[in-house]
């Protein structure tokens, strides 16, 4: 009879804990396994903000129409202006005024008075800034320093009639509101908004307004998370709280996969007695994986559920929002559409405490980032990092990213910052 080695059961503290997965090897993973909605919509222009572009928009039109003057100044002919260091003296014949056609010729060794905006007259390629010339009645002086062409706008230098000017799968952005209007569009076909169904689990959990027993505790989480979905302009089906049964949890993933893109749960992915997640998962769906070397976070479980792509974010509060900002959001970006997404950089920062890591993991502290009087990016935890205290988050205004490799960070050590400004 061949001996059998005991199973370990995996710890929150196991350094290199088994089948336990890299942050950055799970993100792969999800990005890779999810896949964009695929529907549109036709929005009206001022609805179009925050949505994803489902097709390239091509102009209509050049813009600007026509070849103007980008100052209030005096439209001249590049030919009459003297050489450098000398002056001369043109007349003004006339004004031309924005939005109103000229039809007037610039007749040589003369100027017209422009305004901003204004059609550049025939036969003049050059509009001088009023502040520098020096006018007398109706003559102004110019020296010799102007070159061919400047403050001259063309026409279709911003945009040029069949070009492709906003890119399928690009996020609107309010500059993006204003290119559009400024190509006269009253609507624009954007990627239908994907559905998350979105649900927490534990006895010992209750809502907002309820009556809480000692032992209770009030649902954080399903409000967090609804207000960062709805950040991204995603449509929630908030199904509540479910208790920890099997045979809720098996109805509560039947109804959250029918007409949603994804799920959303917290709680019931760890090792507890009560947490049923995973064994109700193998008879729903498949699981990927369901441990990743990150704190807080590790208990994350990745996989489908009637097809649809299933999220089990831990229990605790700052892990649910550390791993929907680190795993979920990419994924949900993916599936929105966006290929042209605004950046939320890292940079570096100087720690100004001590911050104890073990190597083996990636550890997310929150932290307050702000510069030194000499300019420089320092950055310190916003306190005890416990991953139940919620209001870490709440004080914090960036991410302090320490890699797997990194172990214990000593005052003045340079630590990778991740701002909240862009993200969240």
Known sequence: MQNETPAHESSCTDRNEFGTLRADE?????????????????????????RVFHAAVVSPIDVPAHTNSAVDGYAINADDLPASGRTAELRITGTILAGKPSGVRLPTS??????????????????????????QGDVIRVGGRHK?????????????TGEAVLNAGKLCTPADIGVLASLGLCEVKVRRRP???????????????ELRPKSGIF??????????????????????IIPDDKTALLEALSRAAHHSDAII?????????????????????????????????????FGRVHGITFFGLPGNPVAVM?????????????????????????????????????????????????????SLWQVRTT???????????????????LPDECGTVEPGDPVTVQPFAGLM
Do not use: C
Not at 117 to 130: H, I, K, S, W
Not at 196 to 207: C, M
Not at 219 to 240: F, K, M, P, Q
């Open 26 to 50: 799970a993100l792969q993973r999800i990005v890779a396994a999810v896949k964009p909605v695929t529907g549109y919509e036709q929005v009206p222009l001022p609805d179009a903000l925050g």
């Open 110 to 135: 003369q100027t017209l008075r422009i305004m901003t905006g204004a059609p550049l007259p025939e036969g003049a390629d050059t509009v001088l800034m009023q502040e520098h010339v020096e006018r």
């Open 148 to 160: 061919r062409g400047e403050n001259v706008r063309k026409a279709g230098e911003d945009m040029q």
């Open 195 to 209: 559905r998350v169904a979105l649900f927490s689990t534990g006895d010992e959990i209750h809502d907002i307004g």
């Open 219 to 240: 649902d954080s989480n399903r409000y967090t998370l609804t207000a960062a979905l709805g950040r991204l302009g995603i449509e929630v089906r908030d199904l509540g």
């Open 265 to 301: 749960t917290t709680g019931g992915v760890s090792v507890g007695e009560a947490d049923y997640i995973k064994a109700v998962l193998a008879q729903t769906g498949s699981v990927q994986f369901w441990k990743v070397a990150i704190k807080p976070g590790r208990p994350i479980a």
């Open 322 to 374: 550390v791993t929907f900002y680190r795993f979920v959001l990419p994924a949900l970006e993916k599936i929105m559409g966006i290929t042209e997404k605004t950046l939320a950089p890292t940079l570096t920062a100087i720690s100004t405490g001590r911050i104890r890591k073990k190597a083996g993991r990636t550890e997310i502290q929150r932290g307050i980032l702000y510069r030194s009087e000499q």
């Open 383 to 401: 306190g005890k990092q416990g991953s139940g205290i919620l209001r870490s988050m709440s004080l914090a205004n960036a991410f302090i990213i």
